[in-house]
């Protein structure tokens, strides 16, 4: 049990529908990664949050957006989604450089 | 663009036997994690590999990291049911946002 949650832990949208999803670090920790997996495949970074600011992104588009709350909460918004953002979304916990530590993931179908 | 790449992608084997899997980049590690992910749960972190060479072992697990840091191996022995899940290698770079960059996975069955 690493204290890392999200929610929900799944939801089913259609295409073009906004999503948010929600995870909570861990108590120590100031820094949230998030990921997505899609079936089959390793985690794709999508971006990582320290202190309430984005510090670093992958290779996602500008409608992958993200929240780091002073609390250091945070959310991944979702706006516009594609059939291809099925998958399921992980958030990564940590203090920054150091390990990351999972949550259960959200599985996101886009119908 | 950083790549690893991990074999073999599926594994089907008995209880009791031995196993090992791969992940090789071409790409220098600052560091390399191994993962283990059940379905429908986040990856669960079994270590990390920091120096070129070194060896970690874990009970019946046993993770090398390649001498120059650009690959890794987990050998796992006498393996049991409980064993069976995705196994992840991850690499870290280096750079100020600590992104892994994960290979696609290792898929172990173990059959009693």
């Known amino acids: 049990e690493t204290g890392v949650t999200q929610s929900p832990t799944h939801l089913i949208k259609t295409r073009g529908q906004q999503v948010t999803l929600r995870c909570s670090s861990q108590s120590g920790h100031n820094t949230v990664s998030w990921y997505q997996q899609a079936l089959g495949q390793g985690p794709q970074f999508i971006f990582q949050y320290y202190r309430e600011e984005e510090n670093g992104r992958g290779n996602f588009p500008p409608r992958f957006s993200g929240l780091q709350f002073p609390n250091y909460s945070s959310e991944l918004n979702v706006n516009a989604l594609e059939l291809d953002d099925s998958a399921l979304y992980l958030c990564?916990?940590?203090?920054?450089?150091?390990?990351?530590?999972f949550g259960p993931g959200t599985r996101l179908l886009v119908l | 663009t950083q790549l690893l790449e991990q074999s073999p992608q599926f594994l089907s084997i008995q209880e009791g036997e031995n196993l090992t899997v791969y992940c090789n980049s071409s790409?220098?590690?600052?560091?390399l994690q191994w993962y283990r992910q059940e379905p429908g749960e986040g990856p669960v972190l079994l270590v990390t590999?920091?120096?070129?060479?070194e060896v970690k072992k874990l009970k019946r697990l046993t993770f090398q990291f390649g001498d120059a840091r650009k690959d890794s191996s987990l050998h796992i022995t006498a393996a049991q049911t409980g064993d069976t899940g995705l196994y992840l290698c991850a690499g870290y770079s280096g750079g100020s946002n600590y992104k892994l960059t994960f290979g696609k996975g290792t898929l172990l069955t173990v059959n009693p």
């Open positions: 790409s220098v590690f600052s560091s």
């Open positions: 590999v920091v120096t070129g060479g």
């Open positions: 990564a916990s940590s203090s920054l450089g150091e390990t990351q530590y």
